[in-house]
């Protein structure tokens, strides 16, 4: 299994396999392809990935694309186990309620906002320490 390996500011070795990482960003571009095959042309996929350090020893990442959004009515379901918005057999509902665990686990927040239609941004927030 490949591993890789992220050295975290507070100079802490933390080790995730490849997978873990991808689960966020395989939702990510699943979600922007998906709004390409539906507007076709008219559509320019973008995700932006932006990295910031808080006066309280934080780090914030965002994770923002132009796909459709979140409807409001699954919001609150996103994160949990088994919960996808795929068809059958594309996807086992297990990418964003891992990424969560892992996130949680390293004493981080995970959070979404999103307008359907529009666009969402990935918050994770990670402590220095």
């Known amino acids: 299994m490949q591993k890789w390996l992220i050295l975290n500011f507070a100079l802490e070795l933390v080790y995730f396999t490849f997978s873990q990482i991808s689960d966020l960003s395989e939702n990510v571009f699943y979600v922007i392809t998906k709004r390409r095959k539906k507007e076709e042309n008219s559509y320019l996929p973008t995700v932006s990935i932006t990295i910031q350090f808080?006066?309280?020893s934080?780090?914030?990442i965002a994770i923002k694309d132009n796909g459709p959004g979140i409807p409001d009515s699954i919001k609150d379901k996103i994160f949990q186990p088994f919960f996808t918005t795929k068809p059958t057999g594309q996807g086992t509902g297990l990418g964003l309620s891992l990424s969560y665990d892992i996130i949680?686990?390293?004493?981080?927040?995970?959070n979404v906002q999103s307008k359907e239609g529009e666009s969402s941004i990935?918050?994770?927030q990670i402590p220095l320490s």
Not at 104 to 110: D, I, N, S, T, Y
């Open 58 to 60: 934080q780090v914030l």
């Open 122 to 124: 990935f918050t994770i």
């Open 104 to 110: 949680k686990a390293h004493g981080g927040e995970l």
């Open 54 to 56: 808080t006066a309280n």
